[in-house]
C-alpha cells in the first residue's frame, strides 16, 4: 500500500495525483496522509485511505468522508508525535485555501485530532466517525512507543477494523532531528510486540494489522508478512520513483525532490503521467521478485508463509521474533 505523505505540507498535487494514478494502476491503496484534501487525487486513485489528522481541517467533511474506502485516525508516525508547526510561507497557495487557513497563518498540529481534548472523548468521536464512515472499515495509526500495547488496548476496546503500527524507521518532512534519531520503536519489534498483544487478546483474527517503516526491498516485505503483518505501507519507494527519468529537469543545480515537494518552484516541472508509470515500474519489480521467492519456497499463495521459514542470523533478532537460530 502507498503510505500517507501529505499534500501541502509535504507533497505537490502532481506528485499526490501521479502516486494515486500509480495506486490505482497497481490495485492497490493510496493514502491521503496529513494534508488538506485533494479532490484530484481522490478521482485519480481507486483504492483510497483519508486519514482523520491532528490539524486544523482534520475532522475533514461528510463528503469527503463518503469518498473514502477507509478511514484512518491518525495519532502519530514514525519520527514524529505531538504538536507540529509549518509556517505559512512554506504552506501557501491552494493548500492554504484548501485547509481553510486564512493567508498568513501557520498550520499548527494538535496533540489528537479535532474534537479530543481528553482521553474521555474518544468513545464518541470513534462512535461519531463510524457513523459518517457508513460501513467502511476505520484504522488508528500509531507510532510505536515503549507504552504499544497500552495503546493497541485502548484500540481495540475503542472498536478499530484496523492498526497501522509505524516503526521508528518511518520517515517525517516536518519532523525534528531528536524525534527521528531518538524516538520509537524499531519496526521489527513494534511488530512482534503488536502481533503477540493482539495474539494473547484473542483478536489477531479481528482486525487487520498493517506495518509501516523502513521497507525497501522485497525480501524485507516477505519477512513482515511471514511474521504476522496483514500488508505493508511504503512510502520511500514511491517516492523516490517518482521523478526516475525526469531528474534531468533540476540536477546539478537542485536536488530531486525540488520535482516532488509541495514548497519548490520545480514541482510544475514534474510530468504526471511519466512520474506514476515509474511507480508502477517500481513496485511491479518488488511484487516480481516477491513472487520469484515464494516460488523458491515452494509456496503458492503468501497466506503460506509463516516464521518457520526464517532463520535468525544473530541471537538479538532470534530473540525478538522467537524464530530459531541458524546455528
Not at 491503496?29 to 491532528?54: D, H, N, W
Not at 491518525?74 to 519520527?79: I, P, R
Not at 472523548?121 to 504499544?148: C, H, I, Y
Not at 516460488?295 to 533478532?317: F, I, M, W, Y
Request: charged share 20%; with cysteine; aromatic share 6%.
Amino acid at each position: 500500500m502507498i503510505s500517507a505523505m501529505g499534500y501541502g505540507v509535504a507533497l505537490s498535487a502532481e506528485a499526490k495525483i501521479a502516486l494515486a494514478k500509480a495506486a490505482k494502476t497497481l490495485q492497490t491503496s493510496t493514502c491521503s496522509g496529513e494534508g488538506p484534501f485533494l479532490p484530484e487525487e481522490r478521482a485519480a486513485a481507486g483504492k483510497y485511505v483519508l486519514q482523520i489528522v491532528r490539524w486544523a481541517w482534520g475532522a475533514r467533511t461528510p463528503e469527503q468522508i463518503a469518498s473514502a474506502d477507509m478511514l484512518e485516525v491518525q495519532t502519530g508516525q514514525g519520527a514524529d508525535t505531538g504538536p507540529v508547526r509549518i509556517e505559512a510561507s512554506e504552506f501557501q497557495g491552494r493548500a492554504q485555501e484548501l485547509s481553510g487557513l486564512t493567508p498568513g497563518a501557520a498550520a499548527i498540529g494538535l496533540p489528537a485530532p479535532p474534537g479530543i481534548s481528553k482521553p474521555g472523548d474518544w468513545p464518541g468521536f470513534v462512535k461519531t466517525l463510524r457513523q459518517k464512515a457508513r460501513g467502511v472499515p476505520l484504522a488508528l495509526k500509531l507510532m510505536a512507543t515503549g507504552n504499544l500495547e497500552e495503546d493497541l488496548e485502548a484500540a481495540l476496546k475503542l472498536g478499530f477494523d484496523v492498526l497501522v503500527i509505524d516503526g521508528a524507521q518511518g520517515g517525517s518532512h516536518a519532523s525534528s532531528s531528536i524525534k527521528q534519531d531518538d524516538f520509537g520503536l524499531p519496526t521489527l519489534v513494534a511488530l512482534m510486540r503488536a502481533q503477540r498483544f493482539l495474539t494473547r487478546q484473542q483478536a489477531r483474527d479481528k482486525v487487520s494489522l498493517i506495518i509501516a517503516g523502513g521497507f525497501f526491498t522485497p525480501g524485507e516485505c516477505l519477512k513482515a508478512l511471514a511474521l504476522g503483518a496483514d500488508a505493508i505501507y511504503m512510502a520511500s519507494v514511491p517516492l523516490f520513483s517518482l521523478p526516475h527519468r525526469q531528474l534531468d529537469k533540476v540536477i546539478p543545480w537542485e536536488p530531486p525532490t525540488t520535482l516532488v515537494f509541495y514548497d519548490s518552484l520545480s514541482k510544475n516541472k514534474l510530468n504526471i503521467e511519466q512520474a506514476a508509470t515509474s511507480v508502477v515500474n517500481a513496485i511491479s519489480a518488488l511484487v516480481l521478485e516477491m513472487e520469484e521467492a515464494m516460488r523458491a519456497l515452494g509456496k503458492t499463495s503468501l497466506k503460506e508463509l509463516n516464521p518457520d521459514d526464517l532463520v535468525a542470523l544473530d541471537a538479538l533478532t532470534a530473540e525478538i521474533t522467537g524464530v530459531k537460530r541458524a546455528w
